[in-house]
């Protein structure tokens, strides 16, 4: 087949840019229609191998996740019903060897349903796990394993279907808001957002590196650095978290980078200030002799204004002293995007 449609989730803010640099990659896309301000049905001339191909490639900044359109059609609105017509459609497309591991991700947009996303997630797993197939529900797994992933969208009574595996689907989640209203003892929502880039870019921490975390107040990238047993220090005018202050592991340098010169050089330096793309570019490269060689460094670019410039010109300046490995727009993400370095 010579034709594919999708599911794209992204941040509203970039649709703009998104929609050129899909087009940039891809010549034959269009945007079919807006199933939310964040998703979009879009469509390509290209097979679905052509274009997974070419995602896995050249992988768009601003696509946060991605589905297969392989099945459309028409709910009821109850429960036992549709789960069977969901089922059906996925049975025509599911094509897996006994023992697989699979996912089930499914999606209600904009839908007032007596049943959620969750029940057919539950139902539909039953269903495999007893045909003889293994269940994951670990994010870890599905992204590290490249697992098959079943995914369902439903918006109002029209429903979308894929499989896949995980890694053509670019993120190891589809739901945004179920992911980023995932809350625990965070300090800040920044947290997620490191730990989302970390599972994203597949970083393997060490358990006992030293780094370096600039515009660190309130702490949370701070926290999840130590939590993983890193030395941290810490540079921010702003405060630390009060259960962050006599922790050993973490020294705070109250006051800004510029301010600063290091001896010693870092493992690993993470980056989330709040400041111009450019400008975390050339600091980034000031510090570079405080990253140790090949030394890895997550940054998050600001992008208030001309995103799509904006990253062309701090990834310029960064090229000077890194490689730049990744840039993308996570679920965590607003008007910035996270991109992974490595010194050269
Ligand atoms: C988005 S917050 C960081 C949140 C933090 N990553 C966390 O997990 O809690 C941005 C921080 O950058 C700090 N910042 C901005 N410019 C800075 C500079 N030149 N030097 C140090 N910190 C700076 C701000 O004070 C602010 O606290």
């Not at 087009?23 to 274009?51: E, W």
């Not at 025509?92 to 057919?120: P, T, W």
């Not at 957002?193 to 030293?210: Q, T």
């Not at 670019?301 to 995103?307: C, D």
Request: glycine share 4%; net charge positive.
């Amino acid at each position: 087949m010579n034709k594919s449609a999708y599911i794209i989730t992204f941040t509203p803010y970039f649709k703009n840019i998104l929609k050129a640099e899909l087009t940039d990659l891809d010549k034959s896309v269009y945007f079919d229609k807006d199933i939310s301000d964040s998703i979009a049905l879009i469509n390509s001339k290209k097979s679905f191998s052509k274009v997974f191909d070419l995602y896995k490639k050249n992988t768009p900044i601003f696509v946060k996740h991605i589905m297969p359109v392989m099945r459309t059609g028409k709910i009821t609105g109850t429960l036992e019903s549709d789960r069977d017509i969901l089922l059906n459609g996925i049975r025509e497309i599911v094509e897996m060897a006994k023992g697989s591991k699979f996912s089930v991700q499914c999606r209600i947009v904009d839908a007032n349903l007596s049943y959620s996303s969750k029940d057919l997630e539950v139902y539909i797993g039953n269903m495999y796990f007893n045909e003889g197939y293994i269940p994951s529900f670990s994010d870890k797994e599905i992204l590290n394993e490249d697992i098959f992933v079943i995914s369902v969208l439903i918006n109002k009574f029209d429903y979308y279907i894929g499989f896949s595996k995980s890694s053509d689907n670019l993120n190891f989640q589809s739901d945004e808001h179920r992911i980023c209203s995932r809350t625990g003892r965070e300090i800040s929502r920044a947290e997620n957002k490191l730990k989302e880039a970390l599972a994203v870019f597949k970083m393997e921490l060490r358990k006992d590196g030293s780094a370096l975390d600039l515009g660190a107040s309130p702490g949370g990238w701070t926290k999840v650095l130590v939590d993983y047993g890193y030395k941290v220090t810490s540079v921010d005018p702003g405060m630390l978290d009060i259960s962050l202050q006599d922790n050993p592991n973490i020294t705070h340098l109250k006051c800004k980078i510029e301010d600063l010169k290091f001896k010693e050089s870092f493992d690993l330096i993470v980056n989330d200030m709040n400041i111009d793309p450019q400008i975390t570019g050339d600091i980034m490269n000031s510090l570079s002799e405080a990253l140790k060689e090949k030394g890895y460094a997550i940054v998050t670019l600001k992008l208030p204004i001309r995103p799509r410039e904006s990253v062309k010109e701090a990834t310029k300046i960064l090229n000077m002293k890194y490689d730049v490995l990744k840039i993308r727009s996570l679920f965590h993400n607003r008007q910035e995007v996270t991109a992974l370095l490595r010194k050269k």
